[in-house]
C-alpha cells in the first residue's frame, strides 16, 4: 500500500509517499534519503538545473530493478512544476525544469533518482553554454586513466587560454566542461569537441580513443565528443547515479585530479562526502554557469 503525505517545502504543499522504501538497497538508503539529499544538496544544484529541459531517469524499485528515462514532464504534475515546450521533427515535447525547490523534491519522490540536463537554456536551444567532455574507460582502464586523459585535456586547454573544470560522473568515468556563455553554435563546439578527441588520439593512440565502437574501447579511454549536440543530455553535476552505492556525480579540483592518479586513490563520493565537500568548499562547479571564454578557432588546435 502507497502511504502518502504532504511535505511542505518552501511554503509550498509536495505530495510524498513511501519514503521508507529502499531504493539502494546494498546501502539501505530509502526514498526518503534520496529527498533529503536533493533537498540538502539544493543551494548548489539548482543552479545548475535552473532553464534547462530536464530528461527524468526514473528507478521506481531501486537500482537493481526496472527504470525508464521520461522526456515528457509527467500529465499528473503539480501545477507549480514548469515546463518547456521543445519542437520535435513530429510534434513537441514539454521538458520538465525544475527551477526551485519544491520542484526537485517533487522529482526526487518520483524515485527520479539522476538528473540529465541539456547543454543549452531553454530559451536557445542551439546555443550551448559550455563544452564538454565525458572520459569513459573500457576495461581494464579506469577512473584513474581517466585523471591521465582528463589532465591532458586540461593542458591542452590551458595552451589555448581557456579554463576547463572536472567532475566525476558519479559511475565509471571523469566529465570536463569549457564554459563559454558566449554566443556560439553546437555546430561549432562539436567540431571542435570532435578536432580535440581526435587529436589526443593521434598523439597517445595506445591510451586514447575518439570512435564510439566498443570494441575499440579495451584498455583506453573514449574520449567522447558527441555530448555537444542540441539532442544529448549528460548527466547534472549533483546528481545520484543508479550504482550499488548512491554516489555522486561530483565536481572536483584538477590538484585532486593529479593527485588521485599520484597516489592511484579512485575518485568516488556519496552522498555523505559530498555534503560535507560544498559544506567546507562551496560550489565547485559555479564558474562554469558564469565564466565567459570564447570558443577559438579550430586552427588553434594545430
Not at 14 to 36: E, H, M, R, Y
Not at 190 to 200: E, G, P
Request: aromatic letters at 8%.
Amino acid at each position: 500500500m502507497s502511504r502518502k503525505t504532504q511535505l511542505e517545502v518552501d511554503g509550498v504543499q509536495v505530495p510524498v509517499s513511501n519514503l521508507d522504501k529502499v531504493l539502494f538497497p546494498q546501502a539501505g538508503f530509502t526514498k526518503g534519503d534520496v529527498i533529503d539529499y536533493y533537498a540538502r544538496i539544493a543551494p548548489q544544484m539548482l543552479p545548475h538545473l535552473k532553464a534547462r529541459a530536464l530528461t527524468l531517469k526514473r528507478y521506481p524499485d531501486g537500482v537493481d530493478k526496472f527504470f525508464f528515462y521520461e522526456k515528457q514532464c509527467p500529465d499528473h504534475r503539480p501545477d507549480w512544476v514548469r515546463t518547456t515546450r521543445v519542437a520535435k521533427t513530429k510534434g513537441h515535447i514539454d521538458y520538465c525544469v525544475i527551477d526551485d525547490l519544491p520542484s526537485l523534491v517533487w522529482a526526487a519522490n518520483l524515485a527520479n533518482l539522476e538528473f540529465h540536463t541539456f547543454l543549452h537554456r531553454k530559451t536557445a536551444t542551439h546555443r550551448p553554454t559550455a563544452l564538454a567532455f565525458d572520459l569513459d574507460p573500457g576495461a581494464p582502464a579506469d577512473i584513474l586513466t581517466c585523471c591521465e586523459v582528463g589532465l591532458l585535456l586540461r593542458d591542452c586547454f590551458d595552451s589555448l587560454g581557456l579554463q576547463s573544470f572536472p567532475k566525476t560522473s558519479g559511475s565509471k568515468g571523469l566529465q570536463v566542461y569549457v564554459p563559454l556563455n558566449t554566443p556560439v553554435t553546437y555546430e561549432r563546439t562539436k567540431a571542435f569537441a570532435l578536432a580535440v578527441a581526435q587529436a589526443l588520439e593521434s598523439q597517445l593512440p595506445e591510451l586514447v580513443v575518439s570512435n564510439m565502437l566498443k570494441k575499440l574501447r579495451t584498455g583506453k579511454v573514449l574520449v567522447d565528443w558527441s555530448q555537444n549536440d542540441d539532442h544529448k543530455t549528460t548527466v547534472c553535476v549533483y546528481s545520484l547515479r543508479a550504482k550499488e552505492r548512491p554516489t555522486v556525480s561530483t565536481p572536483v579540483t584538477w590538484d585532486e585530479v593529479a593527485s588521485a592518479l599520484k597516489r592511484r586513490k579512485k575518485l568516488v563520493f556519496e552522498t555523505k562526502d559530498v555534503l560535507k565537500r560544498v559544506k567546507k568548499q562551496g560550489d565547485l562547479f559555479a564558474p562554469v554557469l558564469t565564466l565567459k571564454q570564447k570558443l577559438p578557432a579550430l586552427k588553434a588546435l594545430g
